[in-house]
């Protein structure tokens, strides 16, 4: 994997980090969870594992950027080719603290504002998903008992299970309607959160996976594993997601019947 296969033993290195000191905590007793300015909540996990991850890339990559949900950004090295490290230290808090073991560390290598290297590691789950630009994804329980994954060929919406994470948050934006449309004509609907639902798309497991909204931290690890496994992921607009906007992700072959039914005027 040469170009990225560096980078990528370094994701797999903080994975492991993250994975060590987020499993010490999942379920702890002791476990302190506080409320974010936004009233989402954060874990003494969630910020342990961004200080451990930003403190090896700080050693292990000092000219790259580092941008995480705890801490906000650090400044790469000037130039149009500059590197920046993006880390979700524990993407789905929410079931973090409450038990449920679908959550897990995104880290995402990008260049300018391209991602080109991605890591999912959910280790309640005993599973991670990787990609890097151009060299296929991958899923296993580690970097060495790994399988190349790739997305369904399901061609018709009646066919296609759907995901959508969530009702409340494409309520808000208005698109409620259209999703339990969806939902209603497909074969199968359900709404796997976070990161879990573009996993399971980019495996072949489900062909259309949803959100309203996604931070930057949210979204880059997983565009490289979605694209590299033959999947689309865009915004409403059809261009690469960002931050704050939706991700609509796609085997491809279904990606213009979502767009144009979520973006349809309303009846």
């Known amino acids: 994997m040469a170009g990225y296969a560096d980078d990528l033993a370094l994701a797999h290195l903080l994975a492991d980090t993250a994975d060590s000191i987020s499993m010490s905590r999942f379920r702890a007793l002791d476990l302190r969870v506080e409320s974010k300015p936004d009233l989402t909540p ?87 998903w990787w990609a890097a630009r151009g060299h296929g994804a991958f899923a296993g329980k580690h970097q060495h008992a790994a399988t190349r994954i790739a997305v369904s060929g399901v061609a018709r919406l009646s066919d296609a299970s759907f995901c ?11 698109r409620l309607e259209p999703i339990v449309d969806l939902s209603l004509s497909a074969w199968r609907s359900r709404a796997y959160g976070d ?12 062909d259309i996976m949803v959100e309203p909204e996604l931070s930057l931290w949210d979204v880059a690890a997983l565009i490289p594993i979605v694209t590299e496994a033959g999947g689309t992921i865009t915004d409403l607009t059809g261009r690469p997601p960002g931050d704050k906007t939706a991700a609509i992700a796609t085997n ?16």
């Open 42 to 128: 954060v874990s003494d996990a969630d910020t342990a594992v961004e200080q451990a991850l930003r403190g090896t890339l700080g050693r292990a990559r000092p000219r790259d950027g580092v941008l995480g949900e705890e801490f906000g950004s650090t400044q790469a090295a000037a130039g149009p080719g500059s590197r920046r490290w993006v880390i979700d230290p524990i993407d789905g808090t929410k079931n973090f603290v409450r038990g449920v073991p679908i959550w897990g560390t995104l880290i995402a290598l990008l260049e300018g504002d391209v991602p080109v290297a991605g890591l999912v590691s959910a280790p309640a789950l005993g599973r991670r």
């Open 252 to 267: 491809g072959r279904l990606h213009e019947t979502i767009l144009t039914a979520l973006t349809a005027p309303k009846r």
């Open 164 to 174: 959508f994470a969530s009702l409340d948050g494409w309520a808000s934006t208005g």
């Open 195 to 206: 990161f879990y639902g573009y996993m399971l798309l980019a495996e072949g497991a489900l």
